[in-house]
């Protein structure tokens, strides 16, 4: 089946800094779905990759799909302390009737001032 | 607030209980899904409806699962004979006329948190 891999599984992060969250599937994708999760919070719809290629911008936020459609980038740039949470790629199925998400494992990011 | 809801948001029972949690999508959504969440884990899907109709059931679901959606509406998930192993948090989510290859955004509720000591 379906897998979605994410690295790193942790990223300590100085405040003002920039990092970078990968995302890699082991089949082509339909399209890429980035959520936030709080801590004691549920995962929040960030942003949504369907083109090959596709770059999208929100803020701070870079978000990148790969030509391959097999994986997929998260860069944030000046990172605050808002930033601090849970990063979750999750993979939409090629196949016409599969309305499946596949989620990875997320980035788990904590920011130090 | 319009959100999906849950309910309870946490529980604690005793293995070989029988447990029910409560979803109630966005009011005008016709796609359901359940999901589970273990510590440092992503969501991993068990089920979903489209409007009262389980179209799909995960491998992860065991025969002491079963989840409804009677109307259309909101959805039950019950899970019987706990286990330690069924700890975990329970999303549900919603979205309006889902597309094929999950295109469609999915709107998280806040959980059921679920012990079984």
């Known amino acids: 089946g379906q897998q979605v891999m994410q690295i790193p599984q942790y990223q300590h992060v100085q405040e003002g800094e920039d990092f970078t969250t990968y995302c890699n599937s082991s089949?082509?994708?339909?399209?890429i779905q980035w959520y936030k999760q709080r801590p004691g919070g549920h995962p929040v719809f960030l942003i949504q990759?369907?083109?090959?290629?596709e770059v999208k911008k929100q803020k701070r936020l870079t978000f990148q799909f790969g030509e391959a459609k097999k994986n997929s980038s998260l860069h944030i740039t000046a990172t605050q302390t808002t930033d601090v949470g849970t990063y979750f790629c999750a993979g939409g199925a090629p196949r016409g009737n599969d309305y499946k998400l596949s989620f990875g494992a997320g980035t788990t990011v904590t920011v130090r001032a | 607030d319009t959100g999906v809801s849950q309910d309870p948001r946490h529980k604690i029972t005793k293995r070989g209980q029988n447990v029910t949690f409560r979803c109630d999508p966005i009011s005008e959504h016709n796609r359901l899904y359940w999901y589970r969440q273990t510590l440092g884990q992503g969501p991993e899907f068990l089920t979903y409806?489209?409007?009262?109709?389980?179209?799909?059931k995960s491998r992860l679901l065991s025969d002491r699962f079963s989840a409804e959606r009677p109307k259309g509406s909101f959805s039950t998930l019950e899970i019987q004979r706990t286990e330690q192993g069924d700890s975990a948090m329970y999303l549900c989510?919603?979205?309006?006329?889902?597309?094929?290859?999950?295109?469609?955004?999915?709107?998280f509720g806040p959980g059921t948190r679920l012990l079984v000591l």
């Open positions: 989510a919603s979205s309006l006329n889902g597309l094929a290859g999950g295109r469609e955004t999915q709107y």
């Open positions: 409806f489209q409007n009262e109709a389980q179209l799909e």
């Open positions: 089949t082509t994708l339909s399209n």
């Open positions: 990759l369907v083109k090959s290629g």
